[in-house]
């Protein structure tokens, strides 16, 4: 089970920090990511971390996102600086162990003035 927060309204120029917390599952293996879906849109991988601390970004997220992880809280963090309206989205927290994915609910990140 994934529990995802932090999500809110925010200005562009602004931050969030956005937490999921996974219990139930091997944790400091598994690959971690966030993706985020926009109304009427695919959705999109925006940041993932492996077990041994790699990263990878969307190119539209480098620079400005930046994911970690926990593995004493078995929990992963996005931090979320300079947001632009084009990254307001549901965002999501995704657990992969091999072939197996689990799904944290959404959480909304609305970015307006």
């Known amino acids: 089970q994934l529990q995802a927060s932090g999500g809110g309204l925010v200005q562009p120029g602004g931050s969030l920090r956005l937490s999921c917390t996974a219990s139930?599952?091997?944790?400091?293996?598994?690959?971690l990511g966030w993706f985020r879906q926009a109304p009427g849109k695919q959705r999109e991988l925006v940041a993932r971390?492996?077990?041994?601390?790699?990263?990878g970004y969307l190119d539209s997220v480098k620079g400005r996102f930046t994911i970690s992880r926990d593995n004493d809280k078995n929990t992963v963090y996005l931090q979320m600086n300079n947001l632009k309206p084009e990254d307001a989205a549901d965002y999501y927290c995704?657990?992969?162990?091999?072939?197996?994915?689990?799904w944290g609910q959404g959480t909304e990140v609305t970015v307006s003035s």
């Open positions: 995704n657990l992969r162990m091999g072939p197996t994915h689990y």
């Open positions: 971390i492996t077990g041994g601390f790699i990263t």
């Open positions: 139930g599952t091997r944790f400091d293996l598994a690959i």
